[in-house]
């Protein structure tokens, strides 16, 4: 802990939670032990992030390949969002935690949607961390949408051709106005992006550990972040560039 620069913190981290199946696998267990663990794990990193004073935590729930799984593991993973969403609502709002959501929520059953939406509400003013729950997910569908949304847009004469920038594009994703994530993480060691955010990730440092997700505790996000600030992030330019500029900040 005392490695970590309390200045140079991540603004926005996103995880891609993984590793839930073969935890409970090498415990004979059945699959679904091991999504309920990996709950108990967003709990503990959602409090770290909070109490780090991370701006924004985005956390891939559920990919829209998810639906493929068995409905068996689909149907707990959803009542187990619903639960955990019923049972974090009033320690979400007491920590000043505002709940956004990412990815077709129109696809969730309505219990969870439902839940979900009236958690959105009841976090709206909430300033202190933004919880940002990618569900039902994926990063190709959420630029088509942007670009049908531009599209539109340039039908209705509300947009040129030449007014769309990568900023304004940013605009039309579904993390408009949450910076691009600084750092994204992913447990149990697969060297994958899997569909997650590929366009707010252009420059996004990357962090992967061999851990399983349920195993990610407090002292993992933080050896993340300690390493993420080791990290020269140089935007395409050079380390001479970097340098000047951050004289020239000073
Ligand atoms: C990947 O592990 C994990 C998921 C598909 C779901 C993530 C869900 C949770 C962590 C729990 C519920 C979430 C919230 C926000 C309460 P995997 O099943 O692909 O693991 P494997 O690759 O080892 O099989």
């Not at 187990?80 to 609502?89: A, G, K, P, Q, T």
Request: hydrophobic letters at 40%; proline letters at 3%.
């Amino acid at each position: 802990m005392d490695r970590l620069d309390k200045n140079k913190l991540p603004r926005h981290i996103a995880i891609i939670m993984d590793g839930n199946g073969r935890w409970a696998e090498k415990r004979l267990l059945n699959r679904i032990r091991g999504h309920q663990e990996g709950a108990n794990t967003v709990r503990e990193i959602v409090k770290t992030c909070r109490e780090l004073g991370i701006e924004v935590l985005t956390l891939y729930a559920f990919s829209v390949e998810n639906w493929d799984r068995p409905p068996i593991e689909v149907n707990a993973l959803m009542s187990l969002l619903r639960r955990y969403l019923l049972r974090e609502l009033d320690e979400m709002f007491d920590n000043d935690i505002r709940l956004t959501a990412i990815g077709d929520i129109e696809n969730l059953p309505k219990g969870v949607s439902t839940v979900l939406i009236d958690a959105m509400k009841k976090t709206k003013t909430c300033k202190g961390m933004i919880l940002n729950l990618a569900l039902s997910y994926g990063g190709r569908n959420d630029i088509l949408r942007a670009v049908r949304r531009i599209i539109n847009d340039y039908e209705l004469k509300k947009i040129k051709s030449e007014d769309i920038t990568t900023d304004v594009f940013s605009n039309y994703l579904s993390t408009a106005g949450i910076p691009d994530p600084d750092l994204l993480i992913r447990t149990s060691g697969e060297y994958r992006v899997s569909n997650f955010l590929l366009w707010q990730i252009a420059y996004t440092e990357i962090y992967i550990t061999e851990t399983l997700w349920p195993d990610f505790k407090k002292r993992d996000l933080i050896e993340a972040i300690i390493e993420f600030q080791t990290r020269e992030r140089r935007f395409g330019l050079t380390g001479e560039q970097i340098g000047d500029r951050d004289k020239n900040r000073a």
